[in-house]
């Protein structure tokens, strides 16, 4: 079966939706992945190169682009992760092409037409889908359908092997791969203001992140912050942390699995939902980037034995 997956991956964008059709792309082995992406600005294409999957360039998010090469490549199953594609666009892509299965990712509560659909966050709520989606669509919705890469899964298996410094906190952020409201350099000052104890911090990064030089030059010569770009080894990155701060995105996922502490800053749109349920189950979180809170959650972590 020819399998096409509809994504992005920008400096505006973000990271996120390639890395987690790469592991959505592991479940079909047998199959023939195809991604379909633009060369946008900042984007992660090389990603999908390193894991030997077929690139087919799209000069613009247009349902006639898309329609063509869905015909050309004969595809059995379209996988749509791309908050620019909605009900209409997919209706149409049925009706021209109606064998074609329809599997779309959702983490806002849209409405859409659709074979399949999966929310793998764990504040995803099915109920939330009546209506929203055809009767015989088949709903993926929670913790049970979270996309882990295999690192995850092998790091959980070695956690209790770590044996951490009590000496040394240790911080790991990560503000996604683009960190587009530039937020890295001032969570590492709000950190340095109110340490008075011996703190690492692990923070990662892409090339993908416009701010990048600023913040390579700020990491620079500071003995306690290791800078991690295009890293392989965030999970033991994370197991190796005391707490992590973090966007209430697939980044949540991964930490909650991994049980890690967390403070969690909302950056975008599409994670409300993800916010909203944090908030409510106690965990700490942030609306936007507040430093008089943040400082004070900093502390709290800090001083916990």
């Not at 991604?35 to 998010?61: C, D």
């Not at 392989?232 to 992590?244: P, Q, R, V």
Request: hydrophobic fraction near 40%.
């Amino acid at each position: 079966m020819n399998i096409l997956i509809r994504a992005d991956s920008s400096s505006y964008i973000g990271t996120g939706h390639i890395m987690r059709d790469l592991v959505l792309a592991k479940q079909f082995p047998k199959d023939n992945i195809i991604f379909a992406t633009q060369n946008l600005q900042g984007n992660i294409n090389h990603k999908i190169v390193e894991e030997n999957y077929q690139i087919e360039l799209l000069k613009t998010n247009n349902f006639e682009d898309l329609n063509q090469l869905i015909k050309k490549l004969n595809i059995s199953m379209i996988i749509i992760d791309h908050y620019d594609i909605n009900y209409n666009f997919e209706k149409k892509l049925k009706e021209e092409n109606p064998t074609l299965k329809i599997f779309v990712f959702d983490d806002t509560y849209e409405k859409h037409y659709c074979d399949i659909l999966l929310n793998h966050n764990i504040s995803a709520n099915e109920e939330k889908y009546i209506n929203l989606v055809p009767k015989n669509c088949e709903l993926r919705c929670g913790k049970k359908h979270t996309l882990l890469r295999k690192e995850f899964l092998e790091a959980k298996k070695q956690q209790n092997t770590i044996t951490k410094n009590v000496k040394v906190k240790t911080i790991f952020i990560a503000m996604g791969g683009a960190d587009h409201k530039n937020l890295n350099i001032k969570i590492l000052k709000a950190i340095n203001k109110v340490s008075n104890k011996s703190i690492k911090v692990n923070i990662v990064t892409t090339i993908a992140n416009k701010n990048l030089e600023k913040l390579t030059k700020y990491c620079k010569n500071k003995k306690w912050i290791n800078l991690y770009i295009n890293s392989n080894e965030i999970a033991n990155l994370m197991i190796k942390s005391d707490f992590a701060i973090v966007t209430p995105s697939v980044t949540v996922n991964e930490v909650y699995y991994l049980d890690i502490p967390f403070i969690a800053i909302k950056t975008a749109k599409n994670q409300i939902d993800m916010y909203k349920y944090l908030k409510k189950n106690g965990y700490y979180v942030m609306k936007e980037l507040n430093k008089k809170i943040l400082k004070k959650y900093i502390k709290l972590f800090l001083e916990k034995k």
